[in-house]
C-alpha cells in the first residue's frame, strides 16, 4: 500500500482535537480479553521492525 511517508508532510496536515476524559494506555498480549467495541483507538505495534501499523 503506497503512501506519505514524509513525518513533516503528514504532520503539516494534522488538525488534532483534545477530547475531554480519562485515558488507558497499556500493553497486553491478549488480545481477546478486551472488549474492542469499547475501544476509542487501538494500534499494533511491530517491536521487531519498530513501527507502528
Given at each position: 500500500?503506497?503512501?506519505?511517508?514524509?513525518?513533516?508532510?503528514?504532520?503539516?496536515?494534522?488538525?488534532?482535537?483534545?477530547?475531554?476524559?480519562?485515558?488507558v494506555?497499556?500493553?497486553?498480549?491478549?488480545?481477546?480479553?478486551?472488549?474492542?467495541?469499547?475501544?476509542?483507538?487501538?494500534?499494533?505495534?511491530?517491536?521487531?521492525?519498530?513501527?507502528?501499523?
Amino acid at each position: 500500500m503506497a503512501g506519505e511517508t514524509n513525518l513533516s508532510e503528514l504532520i503539516k496536515g494534522m488538525t488534532p482535537k483534545p477530547i475531554d476524559g480519562e485515558y488507558v494506555f497499556s500493553t497486553i498480549k491478549d488480545i481477546n480479553i478486551i472488549d474492542r467495541k469499547d475501544t476509542i483507538y487501538e494500534f499494533k505495534e511491530n517491536v521487531r521492525n519498530n513501527y507502528c501499523s
